[in-house]
């Protein structure tokens, strides 16, 4: 793992959980197979591998380059410009 410039401008400190789970599959009538928090505003929006990748849409619709996992025990972060876990 690398620090991208991204990184280097997410806010400080990490926003809080807003969501315990993605609002957008819950008004779509979906289930989110996993959860990820985008870290420069707090939205919480499923993984690529539910069906309709809303945190990949959050990141594609509003710019916001950085997201981390929710799940236990995992602390990942993917950055969506660079492509990779930062």
Do not use: Y
């Not at 401008?9 to 957008?24: F, G, I, K, M, N």
């Not at 819950?26 to 990820?36: C, F, I, K, N, S």
């Not at 939205?43 to 990141?59: E, I, N, W």
């Not at 950085?66 to 969506?80: A, D, I, N, Q, Y």
Request: proline share 8%.
């Amino acid at each position: 793992m690398s620090e991208c410039p991204h990184v280097l401008d997410l806010p400080h400190p990490e926003p809080a959980q807003l969501s315990d789970t993605c609002r957008d599959c819950l008004a779509d009538g979906t289930h989110p197979v996993q959860l990820r928090l985008c870290l420069t505003c707090g939205h919480v929006g499923c993984c690529d591998s539910s069906a309709s990748r809303h945190a990949s849409r959050h990141s594609e619709g509003t710019g916001h380059p950085v997201m981390r996992t929710l799940e236990p025990g995992e602390s990942w972060r993917w950055c969506f410009v660079d492509g990779s876990i930062v």
